[in-house]
Every structure is written in structure tokens, then in C-alpha cells.
């Protein structure tokens, strides 16, 4: 019998040892990378599983019974990912977001949360902390979550009719448990309180106008995120791809909306408020309108690998310096900002900058990222 063969890069292991400079400088916060684009946001993956297999993300004919995750020594400890979290914060991080694979999956992630709510930035402010989830066990963890120190949460939730949520989850699981989630964490206060729904043409896109309708007047900011081409098992098409502009024209057609500014710079989402005060929406166009001029994100896979873009082919292995007993603090920061000071990653830009009939930059035979493996 001929085992099926699923061209699934490994690329956990596909990273470069970075390079410690001779002359170290103290950081300063005020790295810039090849694009004047400063270092803010830093989003870390805690685990590569999930109790979900959305098609668009981890879709169970390739994250399968049988795949292999990544065994418990291979994963970044709490300890790890703290003193890497201190390290991007002296060099301007103001901001981490914890991503999977699904986090609350990590156990004791709560003590982590705890560790990184105890730093702070050079100017001695209190980190953002964040936390992105599927929902499922956020009505259970929503309290120790906040006691920990976790400031807001962001669910992933991509319909309201319960036969559309279930067949995109592909593991049966209910709408009713992700919006009793949600309830919980607007009841802890980890607001303001942010539902990504992603949309994909002919399969979920009947369910804008419902949820709009459903979160209107409820304090959570619902956002439509286009479908993207983030990695190579999703099965990407163009024509799955429903445009921004397309969302907020059903919706104007509802409910009348105007636009808002940005609240920092850097910001993904196009921010649109009702006109009758019901609330805030957001769209975010990452297929349609590239956001790459502003990019300020940094993204440590579970173990440690380290993408300066979501569409990367390859990361830097900050684990081998972790664990190397010869890395000091300051030998790892002076990579982290060798590598920062490198970066010129730009992919959404040069994408849309193709005929509308090129599917895709040419890859020279790299697989990109899983968004599974480094988060959204």
C-alpha cells in the first residue's frame, strides 16, 4: 500500500541561527527596520494545537490524527518566552498578543499571562496584553485569564448559524459554547472585547448581515477579515476571496456607517462606526489593500522561531541562542535587533502589485508559514 504524500513543508525546522554582532549597543526602543517601520507589536505562539480544523487554517486532511505536533521539550517554556518578551520590549514592543494553534490549549497558560503582565516598557507603562481564541474553553478560563492579568480577548467566530459554524469548525463543535465564551469574558471585563470573523465567499459570507445584527449594541467590536493565502495546505483561491469594500456595502445597505481613524498607527483594521451609535465594526482587507507600510509585527513561532512576516518562508532560530548556556541577555538582543535593522519584508504589497490574473509571488520552491504554527 502507497502512503499518501502531503507536500506539508516541516517548517518548524527551516530557520537560520541568527548572527550575534561583534559591537552589542544597549537597546534603545527606537529600532527601525529597512523601511523605517518600528518594532511594537510582538505576537507568540504558545502551542501548534487546536481543538478545531477551520479549512482555512488547519484543515483535517492534513492536520490529521496522525500528524505530528510538536513534542513538550521542543516547546518555548514560560521562562523561555519571558525573557525573550523582555528582551523585544526594551527594543520597543509595547504590545503581545497570545496566538496558537488555540493558547488555551497550553496548559497553565494563566502563569505565563502573570509573567509577561509583570514587565514593562522603558518608560515604565504596563504592556498590552492580548490573547486571540476560538472561543471553546474561554467560558471556563475567562475569570483566571483576567486574574492573571490578561487585559482583552479576541474570538475567532465565522457565523451564527449553527450548521455553518459546525461544518467550517469540522469538528461539530457548537456556535452556542463560543458565545457563552464570549459572554463570560464581557463579564470579567476583558473588553474591549473583538470578534474576527473571516470571510469566505460562498461559504460564510450569508452570515455578515446576521452577526453585524447580533453584536450591534453589545460592546464587542466585530471585524470581517478577508480569506488570505497564508501558508499551502488551505486550498486558496482569488474567487473565495470577498473584497472589504464588498462587506461594507451589504452592510451600508443595512445599517448606514461611517468611518473612523485609526486608533495607533499600525493598526489592520479599517474602522467603521454605525451611524445610530449601535457600535463599531472593522474590516480588514489583508488580501485586497496591503497594510505593509506600517507593519510593526513580529511573530515567535511555539518554539521559538522567530517571522518577521506571515507570509515567511523561513525564520530565525532564537531558541538555539536560548539555550545555548554562552547567550547572554545582551548577546540575544543584539540579534534580535540585527535582525529587525534587516527586515524589508513587504510581501501583500508586491502581491498586489501583480496582474489580477497572477495567483501568487514566485516562491522558488519555499513553502510559507502555516498560520496554524505562528498565529494570525
Not at 195 to 212: C, F, L, Q
Not at 220 to 232: C, K, N, S, T, W
Not at 284 to 302: E, H, P
Request: net charge neutral; aromatic share 6%.
Amino acid at each position: 500500500m502507497i502512503e499518501k504524500m502531503i507536500p506539508l513543508a516541516d517548517i518548524r525546522y527551516v530557520a537560520r541561527v541568527p548572527h550575534i554582532p561583534a559591537q552589542l549597543q544597549a537597546p534603545t526602543g527606537l529600532l527601525r527596520d529597512t523601511l523605517g517601520r518600528p518594532l511594537r507589536d510582538l505576537r507568540i505562539s504558545v502551542t501548534d494545537r487546536c481543538n478545531f480544523r477551520c479549512s482555512y487554517c488547519m484543515p483535517s486532511e492534513v492536520f490529521s490524527k496522525d500528524y505530528s505536533f510538536l513534542p513538550q521539550s521542543s516547546l518555548l517554556s514560560f521562562e523561555e518566552i519571558t525573557r525573550l518578551a523582555r528582551i523585544f520590549v526594551a527594543h520597543g514592543v509595547e504590545k503581545i498578543r497570545l496566538t496558537g494553534g488555540e493558547p488555551l490549549l497550553r496548559k497553565h497558560l494563566e502563569v505565563l499571562i502573570e509573567m509577561l503582565a509583570s514587565l514593562r516598557t522603558p518608560h515604565g507603562k504596563p504592556l498590552d496584553i492580548t490573547l486571540t481564541t476560538n472561543g471553546s474553553l474561554l467560558a471556563k478560563k475567562a475569570q483566571a485569564l483576567k486574574d492573571a492579568g490578561l487585559q482583552r480577548v479576541t474570538v475567532s467566530l465565522d457565523g451564527l448559524d449553527d450548521a455553518v459554524f459546525r461544518r467550517m469548525n469540522d469538528v461539530d463543535f457548537p456556535v452556542a459554547d463560543v458565545l457563552k465564551g464570549i459572554a463570560a469574558a464581557h463579564k470579567v471585563g476583558l473588553a474591549p472585547l473583538k470578534v474576527n470573523m473571516v470571510v469566505k465567499r460562498g461559504t460564510n459570507d450569508a452570515e455578515i448581515i446576521p452577526m453585524a445584527r447580533h453584536f450591534r449594541n453589545s460592546g464587542v467590536v466585530l471585524r470581517f477579515i478577508e480569506y488570505m493565502d497564508v501558508g499551502a495546505t488551505n486550498g486558496w483561491r482569488m474567487n473565495e476571496v470577498l473584497p472589504s469594500a464588498q462587506v461594507i456595502e451589504r452592510l451600508q445597505a443595512e445599517f448606514p456607517l461611517e468611518a473612523m481613524g485609526a486608533n495607533y498607527p499600525g493598526e489592520t483594521a479599517e474602522r467603521w462606526r454605525y451611524l445610530d451609535g449601535a457600535g463599531e465594526i472593522g474590516v480588514i482587507s489583508s488580501v485586497t489593500q496591503a497594510f505593509c507600510g506600517d507593519c510593526n509585527r513580529v511573530r515567535l513561532s511555539t518554539e521559538g522561531k522567530l517571522f518577521l512576516c506571515l507570509f515567511a518562508s523561513q525564520g530565525h532560530d532564537l531558541r538555539a541562542l536560548l539555550r545555548n548556556n554562552d547567550s547572554s541577555d545582551e548577546q540575544i538582543s543584539g540579534a534580535v535587533a540585527h535582525i529587525w535593522q534587516g527586515r524589508s519584508d513587504r510581501y501583500s504589497e508586491l502581491r498586489a502589485a501583480l496582474p489580477p490574473d497572477s495567483a501568487d509571488l514566485p516562491s522558488n520552491g519555499a513553502r510559507r508559514v502555516e498560520m496554524s504554527y505562528i498565529g494570525g
